[in-house]
């Protein structure tokens, strides 16, 4: 018996150390966080699906997130930010001891996507759609891995601000561009932006290629875009309205001559998450207001 005693008084101080150093690796962000519901401590790896659960009423429950996940921003100091999916490894994710991970189709690599399927968390990779009945899907199957039912909620607010978007004639060329100080890319067919775009009114300047590309001057000239799209936080990096329409071919261009530059939040625009209907109709607006 005194054995079995002196045994438990040396493996207890061991367990709690175990415990202390995750905390502390962790940050102690999302410790005690856990889904009432399902008893769930998740984890998203996609700013959209973030979003989606949080709206369905499951943030307390989120422990780790990754970089796009920046709403909403109660998130912060709750759930501890993981990095950038792409290059993201399986150690920080363990170590917040998550019972459930949703990533997107879109970014995650197969390196982490085996060894989260080694580990043995449970593991669901949603299909994004970069369109409006692509993220009714994607709120479907959130709902229905949490046990929610009830997120028709959501889907009405999106269609409520579709309804109020104002078609455009003739339809405006937009430019997007990503900014990152003198790291300049326009986005081409087939990505989010490209289809933000269009759902607001608009159309994209470049149809020549998919993806995202340098911007040169060259290209510049060639779209020749009536409006020039920037995130919020690109176009200060890239040193706001002036610095941009000194940028070489810009001042050549419809959108140069007639400054018609404008930016919107990161997150709202790309995430393609319950938020969509209300990015779009911020875009339809600022498109209508820079023509003015």
Not at 28 to 47: A, E, F, H, V, Y
Not at 237 to 265: F, H, Y
Request: hydrophobic content about 40%.
């Amino acid at each position: 018996m005194k054995t079995i005693v002196l045994i438990m008084l040396c493996v207890l101080p061991l367990c709690a150390c175990k415990k202390q150093d995750i905390s502390k690796e962790s940050g102690g962000i999302g410790q005690n966080s856990q889904d009432p519901k399902t008893g769930d401590r998740i984890i998203s790896l996609s700013g959209g699906i973030t979003e989606v659960v949080s709206a369905l009423g499951h943030e307390n429950s989120i422990v780790g997130v990754d970089i796009t996940s920046t709403y909403p921003q109660t998130l912060k100091g709750k759930a501890k930010e993981l990095g950038h999916v792409r290059s993201m490894t399986i150690e920080p994710i363990m170590a917040l001891n998550p019972s459930l991970i949703l990533a997107s189709d879109k970014d995650i690599s197969s390196e982490l996507w085996d060894k989260i399927k080694l580990s043995g968390i449970k593991l669901e990779i949603l299909k994004q759609e970069y369109s409006v009945e692509g993220t009714l899907k994607l709120i479907e199957q959130v709902a229905s891995i949490l046990g929610e039912k009830d997120y028709k909620n959501l889907n009405k607010k999106i269609d409520d601000d579709l309804q109020k978007v104002q078609h455009l004639i003739p339809k405006p060329k937009v430019l997007f561009i990503y900014a990152r100080g003198n790291n300049l890319l326009v986005s081409g067919k087939n990505t989010p932006m490209d289809k933000l775009i269009e759902l607001a009114g608009g159309q994209n300047a470049i149809q020549e290629f998919s993806d995202f590309k340098a911007l040169t001057p060259e290209s510049m000239l060639k779209a020749n875009p009536d409006v020039l799209f920037f995130f919020t936080s690109g176009l200060l990096s890239a040193g706001g309205e002036e610095a941009v329409l000194k940028m070489p071919g810009v001042s050549q261009t419809k959108a140069g001559k007639n400054k018609r530059i404008i930016s919107m939040d990161g997150g709202l625009v790309s995430s393609f998450g319950p938020r969509i209907g209300e990015a779009v109709l911020e875009l339809n607006k600022k498109l209508i207001e820079s023509a003015e």
